[in-house]
């Protein structure tokens, strides 16, 4: 691990200008690129305390061991040239986005004395005109096959066209009408290239023009007394309508537009892209990336556009691109798009309209990305036995923990204060172990005192079970069911001992097998730091459970801590250990939340209003919003009531009168403070 200082440039070497650096390790490989309006400014940043420094950019510069920049002329050069550098280093440091599949585009190679339309993937070429990316290769040949009855353009292989050039017979397509056969020469190189152009015009969105022109020459032709002619423009304009129907209108101002949305997690990040031709989505692509740099989503976006457009030029680049959030600064980057288009192009967030819906949908889209490549990455054997490998070594595990379970505390404002308790086993969730937990042995908000009760609730339960297996000791067992119940004596049959969900444990299922609880963690995962994992091995020492690790992961850096240590353990950024610990976390909190909502929710519902007739949700509703609280509503007059909307005098005398007969609960007490809580919806 190189010291900073040891490169560190010094003062006034660096130029107060716009440019881009390059950190090199001590191989001389090229790990990081940026940019910079002020390379002097940005620079400086890297080489201060390395405590103050994102953990991913420490873990750069102190695996880099040199750092050079180019000075240049504007930050639109500055764009341009890291984009260039990325693309020849390929840096590790640096976000890139991989496709989460080789999508499909419609091409037409214009750069051929007869150009062919044909299904492509991979890098983009020279002297070929591209559409989509579509998500199936299926939908381009659907589109093609309707197409060529209109525009007969050539489709077939180089060999296939010299083959049928050599005999002078055409292929079977131009024994049908969908090929003009250029191969034989019924149509000239300019006809067949005039083909091809209206083809790609078609495809690009100008078709309302080239209808009402087949419209015209069809009724020309019916009045000229030509049927057969009109009826087979009849049965062109039917057939493009069939393929633009494939594509539905989604901006009834036919705009030409590029939808970017981004879907991000601490780890990893996915970017949907929505090409809108003509009003109509033209394609669909994707990436997903991990966010190897400390980057948020105005970055991530940045990054998005310079893989998606540092190859383009022309129509390519489209007259808008509506994006979540705007690089900062915004005008190089709209600068350069605009450069390569050679026209303005507009880089905005949409505000409202179609476009802020059809953006809604893009986001959708790629949170579906990000949701369907982590459930691939958990699937996979291999890589799960990795990550727990993984963690094991960096925790001094003796054996990989097969078994992990983790904890999360949620409230709200100090209310309805709950718990989760999450399994995770071989690395895949055990949704049917889950339990969840309320908090019973004080009020308002400690979130450290609750993980102990919860640990500590849980573990005697774990005790209590081996007990009844013959492993435990009956003086033991007793001792743990009196402190969980409250009370001392014995207690019979342990019916006190309840799970949140199940009712009484009992020893064990009809099965045969211990029930749930019976089964310890390797692992016990706590959500949060020093303070809450400090709590949980202190629950387990006061049950004299020693063997059982535990650890927390704190969200904010995605530190792991251990109980008794200073400083945390820092996984590698792309360790598969510490993904894994994220997703237990993650699922953990989501549990909690969802119950802990769902209390809330029984606890609104049920309320004095509930009691007068003819009170319905909609008026009940008015009156919360109106007064802003169920304390305030309660010390209104009738004369107040009145003044809500939708509350006549009558309905106003029987509210007073409910309110009045409910006595007001007690308020509440954080025991820790002394502080009393305020009543919800204050």
Request: aromatic share 6%; hydrophobic share 40%.
């Given at each position: ?141 659907e589109?093609?096959?309707?197409m ?31 090929c ?39 009724h ?38 590029d ?81 390569r ?8 967030i ?38 727990l ?9 003796d ?16 209310q ?18 889950y ?31 081996k ?10 067992a ?14 019979e ?5 309840m ?32 303070p ?33 240590e ?15 610990l994220q ?6 909190h ?16 049920a ?22 609280s ?53």
């Amino acid at each position: 691990m190189a010291d900073p200082s040891s490169y560190r440039p010094k003062p006034g070497q660096i130029p107060d200008s716009p440019g881009v650096y390059r950190f090199r390790d001590e191989h001389g490989r090229v790990i990081y690129v940026g940019k910079a309006k002020s390379l002097r400014s940005r620079l400086s940043s890297y080489f201060q305390d390395l405590a103050g420094l994102h953990p991913r950019t420490r873990t750069m510069v102190t695996t880099a061991a040199s750092v050079e920049w180019t000075v240049v002329s504007t930050e639109v050069e500055a764009l341009q040239l890291e984009y260039s550098w990325i693309k020849e280093y390929d840096p590790r440091f640096n976000v890139k986005y991989r496709d989460d599949k080789s999508y499909p585009s419609l091409a037409v190679t214009l750069g051929e004395e007869f150009p062919r339309v044909q299904v492509m993937r991979g890098p983009r070429k020279k002297g070929v005109r591209y559409f989509g990316p579509y998500a199936h290769a299926w939908a381009i040949r659907e589109t093609v096959d309707l197409m060529l009855r209109v525009f007969p353009v050539r489709t077939c292989s180089a060999g296939v066209f010299k083959r049928s050039a050599q005999i002078g017979r055409p292929c079977l397509l131009g024994y049908i009408g969908k090929c003009s056969a250029p191969c034989v020469g019924r149509v000239s190189p300019e006809e067949h290239r005039e083909l091809a152009e209206e083809f790609c015009d078609f495809m690009a969105g100008r078709t309302g023009a080239y209808i009402r022109r087949l419209e015209r020459q069809m009724h020309d032709a019916a009045e000229e007394m030509e049927y057969e002619k009109a009826a087979r423009m009849r049965d062109d304009i039917e057939a493009l309508r069939r393929a633009m129907e494939k594509n539905a209108v989604v901006l009834a101002d036919a705009t030409d537009a590029d939808l970017i949305a981004v879907a991000e997690d601490e780890l990893e990040a996915a970017v949907q892209i929505f090409h809108v031709r003509g009003g109509r989505v033209r394609g669909q692509r994707g990436w997903v990336t991990d966010k190897v740099e400390a980057v948020d989503t105005a970055g991530l976006v940045e990054h998005a556009l310079q893989q998606l457009y540092g190859e383009e030029s022309g129509d390519a680049v489209p007259k808008e691109v509506l994006v979540p959030a705007l690089p900062e600064p915004v005008e190089p980057v709209a600068q350069w798009l605009g450069e390569r288009r050679g026209s303005r192009v507009d880089l905005r967030i949409p505000q409202r309209g179609d476009k802020k819906d059809l953006m809604a949908t893009v986001q959708r889209n790629a949170q579906q990305a990000l949701v369907l490549h982590k459930t691939k990455r958990a699937s996979d054997l291999t890589t799960r036995s990795r990550a727990l490998e993984e963690i094991a070594e960096a925790l001094e595990l003796d054996s990989a923990p097969l078994r992990i379970e983790c904890f999360d505390i949620s409230h709200l404002q100090g209310q309805d204060v709950v718990a989760s308790m999450v399994v995770f086993e071989d690395g895949l969730a055990r949704k049917g172990e889950y339990r969840r937990f309320q908090i019973k042995s004080f009020e308002g908000q400690d979130d450290v005192r609750s993980m102990h009760e919860v640990i500590g609730r849980r573990f005697r339960r774990y005790l209590q079970e081996k007990q009844k297996a013959g492993e435990w000791s009956e003086e033991n067992a007793v001792e743990a069911a009196e402190e969980e119940n409250g009370h001392a004596g014995p207690v019979e049959g342990h019916a006190g001992l309840m799970d949140d969900r199940s009712g009484p444990v009992d020893a064990r299922a009809e099965d045969g097998r211990p029930k749930r609880f019976a089964y310890p963690p390797q692992l016990v995962v706590v959500d949060g730091g020093q303070p809450q994992v400090a709590a949980a091995r202190r629950a387990l020492d006061e049950l004299g459970i020693d063997d059982v690790a535990v650890c927390g992961l704190a969200k904010r850096l995605e530190e792991v801590w251990l109980p008794g240590e200073d400083d945390p353990v820092v996984l590698p950024r792309t360790s598969e250990g510490l993904y894994l610990l994220q997703r237990v976390r993650d699922e953990a909190h989501r549990f909690a939340i969802a119950y802990q909502r769902s209390k809330r929710t029984k606890t609104l519902k049920a309320g004095p209003l509930d009691e007068v007739p003819g009170l319905g949700e909609t008026r009940k509703k008015a009156l919360l919003k109106h007064f802003g609280s169920v304390k305030r509503l309660r010390a209104a007059t009738v004369e107040q009531l009145c003044e809500a909307p939708g509350i006549g005098r009558k309905t106003a005398e029987t509210i007073a009168a409910a309110l009045a007969a409910a006595a007001p609960p007690a308020p509440a007490v954080n025991t820790a403070t002394g502080e009393i809580m305020e009543e919800a919806g204050e």
